[in-house]
């Protein structure tokens, strides 16, 4: 990969012989590959047994995980924040697993799209609930930095099955939560 980023300081008309880019063909090899480390990750793996069985059944919300990824389309960066909830059925997971299944997932070249679909299936993989919600919030550089360039924009996706999809209450009370949650601690 270093001599691909070597060929592309070349090819913007830079020295990548010049003192400060010495390094930056490795440098930048070694960012993209923990980049898309996600590639490198599967669920098994990233679960490491801490799943449990607990008769709660109540619903369970982790909110604003942050998250970065890659744009699959000109590989910038999109990062934001994440908010996943299910509703167990006899299992549970341990609190740091959905955050590294974020990461899993977010560790590719994505579209936000897919990241929220992904996230979602991990979850009912893992633990077979009566519903899954999940929500990202992310900024796109591709639309920040180049194009249209909009700065403030947001863009918001979502996933919603089970008893989140079938019964509305459920879904109003999910999307009520993150707003008294955002109101009670905005940032």
Known sequence: MEEHFKAIIKAVGEDPEREGLLKTPSRAAKAFEFLTSGYRMDLETVLNNAVFHEEHTSMIIVRDIEFYSL?????????????????PDGKIIGLSKVARIVDMFARRLQVQERLTQQIASAIECAVQPQGVAVVLEAQHLC????GVQKQGSLMVTSSVSGEFHEDEKTRAEFFQLLQVAKRDNPG
């Open 71 to 87: 744009c699959e389309h000109h590989l910038l960066p999109f990062f934001g924040r994440a908010h996943v909830a299910y509703i």
């Open 143 to 146: 639309m920040m930095t180049r």
